[in-house]
């Protein structure tokens, strides 16, 4: 397996077209063709990324991941002071089809989702978070942070204006991974300070 640390406005994958090719897979895979993507985070978030050397360990990664034997850890800093020191999210998320690739909570049709939060710092109208999605829907923890009125600072698609314009980037990175090693199944803890 190899371990990355995605920067933030890089794609973890090819996108369609010729100006959306370059990506984290398609660098990695230029000196490690046998290299396979197992799991993705937006262009906007940055942080650890596994891939697979070879298709029986991207299986046993993957399955790893499907069957929530992966653990995983996020940092954020959101809009506001929660009201409490930690807390969960348990909202069900669709894709937004004619907003694509905006995601929404819909009760009626979306797929159950779940996301722990945990404080780490209150930062005068902001709040540094710890995030654990339980569940891995495409923009959980975005959507989720802004349904609970403490949005992601930076993140364009669900923050309010003054949240968007309130850092230069998303403030959200993937700091920690919790896993089995493909082969040994020694249980590897992974961590990358977030950059911001």
Known sequence: MIVLN????LLSVPGRGDAMQDSLASRVQAAYPEALIVHR???ATSGLIVMARGAAHHRTLS???QGRAVEKRYIAVVAG???AEAGSVDLPL???WPNRPRQ???HALGKPSLTRWRVLAR???RSRLELEPVTGRSHQLRVH????????LGDPLYALPADRDAAPRLLLHAAALSLPHPTSGERLNLRSEAPF
């Open 6 to 9: 995605k920067p933030a406005g």
């Open 94 to 96: 669709i894709c937004d």
């Open 63 to 65: 399955l790893a991941f």
């Open 145 to 152: 942070l802004a349904e609970i009125g403490h949005a992601i």
């Open 104 to 106: 929404k909570v819909d």
């Open 81 to 83: 002071d929660p009201d």
């Open 41 to 43: 985070l937006d262009l």
């Open 123 to 125: 930062e005068g109208g």
